[in-house]
């Protein structure tokens, strides 16, 4: 194994321990978290080729953070080392213009520590395709479960040398390949099977551009991204917020069972809340409105709490 380094910045307040925390796909193939070295790793490839990043967080100074990536694989070359840079750039969402959220947050006292321990930008994986599999794998089902069928697919892609269990993501060739026997004997993923052969045949086809979504993104209104991601078989409309806020939009809420649930709960005494209600509620932070409800919620967490607790001020 060859190795090299090199950084990336990051505008203030930047997190990377808050970021990667910030939802769950830390705990998902091909990322990890390492709690002891304060390290997010991640199985990136080129081509066929697995290549292993290790993310760190660079000393506090400046007005922009540094993440620094040591960048492992077979053979490193400049042309690896800048396409990794590139791609830890859209993984960490390094160049979203986040100021407008975070003057929002310090308007509330409640998500007003986002700024503090430079949470708000959502991880996501350079290649959507691999976001969009693991949202499927994500519907109708509880977490826990979730993340065993994300794990099991991601088997299927190449590994470092000598580590068996660090897999780049598949293709969606790789998945054909292994089919639907596999997906749904090994990755038990049930129904899921079929929308995620089905995105798999389209990229593959040419018939989804994945590729151009980033471009379309930025582009597209919300409503228009929305109606694109809704398109996608085995996305529904609180997979489609999700997936529209990796993307940078985040003007329509992600409203599932559990934000049902959460908005009863706080805001009207346990009782049912409507989607209508739902909205209304936070129609007032306009195109931040599903960061808003997302890390109002997350800073609930036993982990936002940890994050809170060693009090290291990034602004």
């Known amino acids: 194994m060859e190795s090299a380094k090199t950084s990336i910045s990051i505008p203030r307040p930047f997190g990377l321990k808050a970021t990667a925390l910030g939802h769950g796909w830390h705990e998902c193939a091909p990322m990890s978290w390492c709690e002891g070295g304060g390290c997010l790793q991640i199985i990136e490839r080129d081509g066929v080729i697995p290549v292993r990043l290790s993310l760190t967080e660079g000393p506090r100074r400046g007005r922009n953070a540094r993440v620094n990536i040591a960048v492992e694989a077979h053979k490193v070359s400049d042309r690896l080392v800048a396409l990794m840079r590139e791609r830890t750039r859209t993984m960490l969402r390094a160049d979203v213009d986040m100021?407008?959220?975070?003057?929002?947050?310090?308007?509330?006292?409640?998500i007003a520590p986002v700024a503090q321990i430079g949470a708000g930008r959502i991880l996501r994986s350079a290649d959507m395709t691999e976001n969009i599999i693991k949202t499927i794998c994500a519907t109708n089902v509880n977490?826990?479960?979730a993340v065993k069928m994300i794990n099991r697919i991601g088997q299927l892609g190449p590994h470092i040398h000598h580590h068996r269990s660090?897999?780049?993501?598949?293709?969606?060739?790789?998945?054909?390949?292994a089919g639907e026997d596999y997906l749904l004997n090994i990755a038990r993923v049930g129904y899921r099977a079929e929308p995620i052969l089905a995105l798999c045949r389209s990229v593959l086809d040419g018939s989804f551009d994945v590729a151009g979504l980033d471009a379309f993104a930025e582009s597209a209104t919300t409503?228009?991204?929305?109606?694109?991601?809704?398109?996608?078989?085995?996305i529904g409309p609180a997979s489609a917020g999700f997936l529209l806020g990796q993307l940078g939009h985040h003007e329509r809420l992600s409203i599932d069972s559990w934000t049902i649930t959460y908005v009863g709960n706080k805001y009207m005494n346990g009782r049912k809340p409507?989607?209508?209600q739902i909205e209304k509620r936070y129609q007032p932070y306009g195109r931040w409105r599903n960061l808003v409800w997302w890390?109002?919620?997350w800073l609930e967490w036993d982990t936002a709490q940890s994050i809170l607790r060693i009090g290291q001020p990034l602004n």
Request: proline letters at 4%; aromatic letters at 14%; hydrophobic letters at 40%.
């Open 223 to 234: 409503d228009e991204l929305y109606a694109h991601m809704c398109s996608i078989k085995g």
């Open 295 to 297: 890390f109002e919620q």
């Open 99 to 110: 100021s407008g959220f975070y003057e929002l947050a310090a308007t509330r006292d409640d």
């Open 166 to 177: 660090q897999n780049a993501w598949p293709t969606p060739r790789e998945i054909l390949a």
């Open 143 to 145: 977490w826990v479960q």
């Open 274 to 276: 409507t989607v209508k």
